[in-house]
C-alpha cells in the first residue's frame, strides 16, 4: 500500500520555464516532508522539506507547497536548468517514529 | 567529515551465499537507516536504529536479513542465502541526534547482483 504517492513516473519542462512535480500521501498522521534529489549511480540527496504546520517553504529557485486537506505537496523548481535533470523521490515521516517514506519518483529531464 | 560510507559499492554474488555491506554513517548521528531500492521504485524502508537499538524492521525483511549496530557507530547488513530477487541497490542513511523533523543523509549505496 502505497502511502507516499508520486503518479508521474516522468516529466519534461523546457529550460528556464518552471517544473512542477507533484506528490500526494495517503495517511493524515504525516507531518514532515520532504523531496530528494537523486543521480544515477548516487544516493539519494535532501532538496528541501516543509512541516506540517506551514504550507509553504522556499529554497532558492525551490519551493515546495503542501496542502494538508488535500493531502498533497508539490515542489516548484523555476527557472529550470539542466542540472536538475535527475530523478526526485517525494517522502514524509510520521510523528516521532521519523521514519521516512518513499514514493516512487518522477523523473525529471530539462530539454535544451 | 566525508559523509556517509557504504562498503562495497558494488558485489556480484552467485545465488546461495551469504553478503554482508557496511555502512559509516556521519559521526554524531545516532539514527541508522537501512533502506532498499529496486528499478524503477523509491527507496523501501528495511530498518532502523537508535544508537545500537534497532527500533523497527520492515516486513521486507525476511530471515534471511539481520542488521546490527554494534557500540551505536557503524552499521551492517547481512543476506545470507542470497537469491536472484534480493538484487537491488541497498541504501544507508544516517540522521542528527536529538534532532526529529530532520531529513537523513544518504550514503551512495551498494549495489547487489544475484547471478
Known amino acids: 500500500d502505497q502511502q507516499v504517492k508520486q503518479n508521474s513516473p516522468s516529466l519534461s519542462v523546457q529550460e528556464g520555464r518552471i517544473s512542477i512535480l507533484n506528490c500526494d500521501y495517503t495517511?493524515?498522521?504525516?507531518?514532515?516532508f520532504l523531496w530528494y534529489k537523486k543521480y544515477p549511480a548516487e544516493g539519494p540527496t535532501f532538496l528541501i522539506s516543509?512541516?506540517?504546520?506551514?504550507d509553504k517553504n522556499e529554497d532558492g529557485r525551490f519551493t515546495v507547497f503542501l496542502n494538508k486537506s488535500a493531502k498533497h505537496l508539490s515542489l516548484h523548481i523555476v527557472p529550470s536548468q539542466p542540472g536538475d535533470s535527475a530523478v526526485y523521490f517525494c517522502?514524509?515521516?510520521?510523528?516521532?517514529?521519523?521514519?521516512?517514506?518513499f514514493g516512487k519518483g518522477t523523473r525529471l529531464h530539462i530539454l535544451p | 567529515d566525508t559523509g556517509v560510507s557504504q562498503n562495497p559499492r558494488h558485489k556480484i554474488t552467485k545465488r546461495g551465499q551469504n553478503v554482508t555491506f557496511r555502512c559509516d554513517p556521519i559521526?554524531?548521528?545516532?539514527?541508522l537507516y537501512w533502506y532498499r531500492q529496486t528499478l524503477g521504485q523509491g527507496p523501501e524502508f528495511l530498518t532502523y536504529?537508535?544508537?545500537?537499538?534497532?527500533?523497527?524492521k520492515s516486513r521486507l525483511l525476511s530471515d534471511r536479513f539481520s542488521a546490527e549496530r554494534p557500540k551505536g557507530s557503524f552499521s551492517t547488513l547481512e543476506i545470507q542465502r542470497t537469491e536472484q530477487g534480493d538484487s537491488a541497490m541497498y541504501l544507508c542513511a544516517s540522521s542528527p541526534k536529538g534532532q526529529r523533523n530532520t531529513e537523513a543523509f544518504f550514503g551512495q549505496g551498494t549495489r547487489l547482483t544475484v547471478v
Open positions: 559521526s554524531e548521528h545516532n539514527r
Open positions: 536504529f537508535q544508537n545500537e537499538a534497532q527500533l523497527e
Open positions: 516543509i512541516s506540517s504546520i506551514k
Open positions: 495517511n493524515s498522521m504525516f507531518d514532515y
Open positions: 517522502a514524509a515521516s510520521e510523528g516521532a517514529d521519523d521514519k521516512i517514506i
